[in-house]
Each structure stands twice: as C-alpha cells, then as structure tokens.
C-alpha cells in the first residue's frame, strides 16, 4: 500500500532518529525490562537489511546475573588493554582514535565520554539485560572488502535497528565492543559456537531522567562531498 494512507510522523521519527545514542550514565540499574518489550525490538530489528538475504543474524539475550558478571568482565579487561595498548591488532585503531579525538569538538566531549565510560566499567554487570548481536561465519582474515563488508553489513544495520526500536520505547541502550578483545572468553561463556563472530555488546535499561537531545556532530559541510571527493 502507499505510504500516503499511513503518513508517517516525520517529527516523530526524526526525534528518535536525533536522540538514539550510547547511553551510560542515565541506564536504570534497578527496573526490569519486559522480555515482551526487548523481543518486540528485536523483531524489528529483523526488517533491517541481510546480504543476499541469508539472514544468519542471531542474537544473545543476557539477563542471568552471573552471566553479566562474566560479560562485565571480559568487558574490563578489554578496556584496561584498549587503554594500555597492549594488543598489535588495536594499535593501529588506538592510534588513529586519538588523532581523531584531538580536533575541538572531539577534544571537548572527552571528559564527557571517559565519564561515563568508566562509570559503565563499574556498573556494567547491574544492567537489567545485554543483547550480543552476532553473525554466521569468521571472516576477520577475509583478503577482500567484499566478504567483510557483507557480513558487516547484515549485522550492523540491524543492530543500530534494535537501538532504534528500543528508543522508541524509551529504553536506552550503549553500542560497546571492548568486549571483542576477549571474544573467545565471551563465547565460552554464553555457549556461542565457535563459527558465529560477535559484532557488539548492548547494555540494556530504561532511560533515567529527562529527554535526549542531538549529539553535537561535524557539520554536514565537512564530512558530505559531491561526485567528487572533496567537492562541496
């Protein structure tokens, strides 16, 4: 049917679509949410797009206490070894982080950002619920752009739909990968087969606290070219 029998609410969706970000200080540490509310998050996150539409998407919803324990751990770990750069496979990524967070407008939101990332260090494991999105297949050693960019590309727009969806129903939620530096660790914990690669891990809570407002970003000028690159 067309869309001009059901008009979307843009304001609505930009709203939501402005103010769905990493949310850590402001997680409600102390109220449950509903299965039937992350379930019907992660059915919608179902709709975002599959290469060739495999759909091997999965995702493992964690609300066991020692489970997160567990998660939290390998969570610390990997921040204590993102921030000591410690890891040859990080220190390119560490490396170019930095540089990128030396400009103004990133340099001024750092304070605000080590803030709350080391306060979801602390807490992580008090988290109602967390969801890892994973992905059939291991293809980090994959020569071409092609395969890789496939595979991301299954797991990550559905992922950003389930913060989306969450969002929409005022649940706040944090895109994190530190994780991933103890990947292996993470699987064993949660049964996860050796064949699937996890793309994230999301804490998940209801939002404390006021409204969301849009995140201060680069302008459009500096990041958006036309036909050409560096033509404005």
């Known amino acids: 049917m067309s869309d001009t029998l059901f008009p979307l609410d843009l304001a609505s969706v930009d709203h939501v679509l402005n103010t769905t970000r990493s949310v850590r200080l402001r997680l409600d540490l102390e109220r449950e949410v509903p299965r039937e509310l992350i379930e ?28 997160r324990a567990g998660l939290a751990e390998c969570y610390r770990k990997g921040a204590e070894r993102y921030v000591n750069d410690q890891t040859p496979m990080s220190r390119t990524g560490v490396s170019a982080l930095r540089e990128y967070a030396a400009d103004d407008l990133r340099q001024q939101q750092r304070e605000a950002v080590l803030k709350s990332g080391g306060y979801l260090m602390e807490c992580l494991q008090d988290v109602p619920a967390m969801i890892v999105p994973c992905i059939e297949s291991r293809f980090e050693h994959e020569a071409d752009v092609f395969t890789q960019a496939s595979m991301w590309g299954s797991i990550l727009p559905a992922t950003w739909s389930l913060m989306l969806a969450l969002r929409a129903r005022r649940v706040a939620s944090a895109w994190t990968t530190l994780h991933l530096l103890y990947e292996r660790e993470a699987a064993a914990l949660l049964g996860i087969p050796d064949t699937y690669t996890q793309a994230a891990l999301l804490p998940v809570a209801w939002l404390k606290g006021g409204e969301l407002k849009a995140a201060k970003r680069l302008p459009l000028a500096e990041v958006c070219y036309w036909n050409r690159w560096g033509a404005r």
Not at 45 to 58: E, H, I, K, M, S
């Open 40 to 67: 019907q998050a992660l059915t919608i996150a179902l709709q975002a797009p599959t290469g060739a539409n495999t759909q091997t998407w999965r995702f493992m919803v964690v609300t066991d206490a020692k489970l």
